[in-house]
């Protein structure tokens, strides 16, 4: 374990002791009647040296949990960029990026005749030129590093705008049959195709053109980190409650998923949290990892079962893949999970990967526009690319509701 990893593991012990400590205290004092003004103050300057160091941390997991999981899911990508109806030629890497370098610092019009030749044109209505397979994979890489849906639900990548899903209505029955008796055939089986489709989005960022006309000026990674960005926060948000229409369907917005009440009209309980984890399948439940936002993560640290511990638990060693937990369930934030509040499904629970399926269309068009904004000397970059979310397990998790 590094030097770095270590650290931030036993400073967030200690802190998190302390909080307990001063916490005990707070709930003893209310109970006596004494005031409790000064220990709250400190209690929240606790909860911000905790939410920094489980900031530190979950980037120190992901690094050291995540890396293979998101180099598998770039793998099967490549695989998908390389074959021969991908859309893209077999030209070499660092030509491929160099040329579409070129056309975002200068425009098509001031590439030559063969550079011009060698750009693949979307085959998209509104136009604009495809990234090279390599940037495509960056830009996607960064995403997933972003989008907290993403490294939990299954990927799967297409040239197409939609693919057909197998889906399963029923199933067939095992029978018993003596050694020597007659095996007649099981009813029951039958598997429909459900379409899911790859819904367009788009991400706008804005270049001076003095930036350009440097070559110093690393554009590359420029837009990408911008364009990822943009693209991890539109999708996080359509994967948590997206309609459907037009964007990707949510999980918190899909019929078919379960619920578990709180037992509290307007707050969170431990025993609402016990209930939530029994109430799905063990099958689920083995691989089952809560989300929710850190405002719900704040109150969860607050809550105590009905023995008086906590049932958030500390992470004791990033190196041995143990982190923090509640009630033994690791968990993942996502900012655009809802609140606390009445009637509000804060949390979900279950195993996210067999529950829900991404779709991305592997092409990513970029078009460049110098004139809507040359009057503030600026160039326009528009990306746009496709992507799809759907809820294809919905027994595989289930939603909180903050209700009696």
Known sequence: MSEDVKNVVENFGKAFEEFKKVNDQILDDKADGKS?????????????????????????????????EITEKLEKLETVLSRPDSGYSSKSVDTELKLFDAYCRKGFDKLGAEEQKALTVSNDSTGGYLAPPEYVRELLKTVTEISPIRQLAR????????????????TFSAQWVSESGTRS????????????SAHEHYALVDISEQDLEDTVFNLEQEMQSEFATQFAKAEGQAFISGDAVGKPEGLLTNSSVGEAISGNGTALTSDGLLTLVHSIKSEYGNNGRFIFNRNTLAAIRKLKDSAGQYVFQAGMSLQSGVPNTILGYPYVEASDMPDVGAG???????????????????????????YTQATTGNVRYIARRRV?????????????????
Do not use: C, W
Request: net charge neutral; hydrophobic share 40%.
């Open 36 to 68: 409790v003004a000064g220990l709250e103050e400190k209690l929240v300057k606790i909860e911000e040296d905790l939410q920094g160091m489980e900031d530190q941390k979950g980037a120190l997991e992901k690094s050291a949990e995540k890396q293979a």
């Open 155 to 170: 990927v799967r990548s297409t040239s197409a705008r939609s693919v057909q899903i197998p889906k399963r209505a029923s």
């Open 185 to 196: 055939e099981t009813t029951g089986y039958t598997v429909g195709l459900e379409q899911l």
């Open 344 to 370: 509000a499904f804060p949390i979900i629970f279950g195993d996210f990967n067999r529950a829900y399926l991404i779709v991305d269309r592997v092409a990513l068009a970029v078009l460049r526009d110098q």
């Open 388 to 404: 799809g979310g759907q809820v294809i397990q919905p027994e595989a998790i289930v939603k909180h509701k903050i209700s009696a």
